[in-house]
């Protein structure tokens, strides 16, 4: 999932030919760097409520999963879907060069369900 250049129609697509859990955010196709992370149960929400509650948001909505500006939501279209609040800005990570045994034990000690392997970024 790219930061702010995937439309609706685009991840509806997503979630309708996948059954991941949960979606990497990227900067963008071309330069891969990890933003955050975000469920499928929460993106399948978020989506839904957005198209309730907007009715401006079509397939063709651009989708931000970052703040565009630091005021939010003030000065976007109406048509965009801003999913910014639902995004992992933070999740757990670790590099392709991180031994098996340190990542065993971040499963273990932390209780974690899933770690992100992320190699340059």
Known sequence: VTQNSM???DIEYL???SSLKG???VVSEDSQYLVGWITRRDLTRALEQEKLY??????ESLVYF???NSAGDFGLPTN???LSTIVDLSPITVTDQTPMETVLDFF???GL???LVTKNG
């Open 23 to 25: 979606f990497p955010v």
């Open 7 to 9: 439309t609706v129609g």
């Open 15 to 17: 979630l309708s030919s």
């Open 80 to 82: 965009v879907a801003n």
């Open 113 to 115: 369900r899933q770690v």
């Open 66 to 68: 970052t703040d565009s």
């Open 108 to 110: 273990r000690k932390l």
């Open 54 to 59: 907007n009715p401006d948001v079509t397939t």
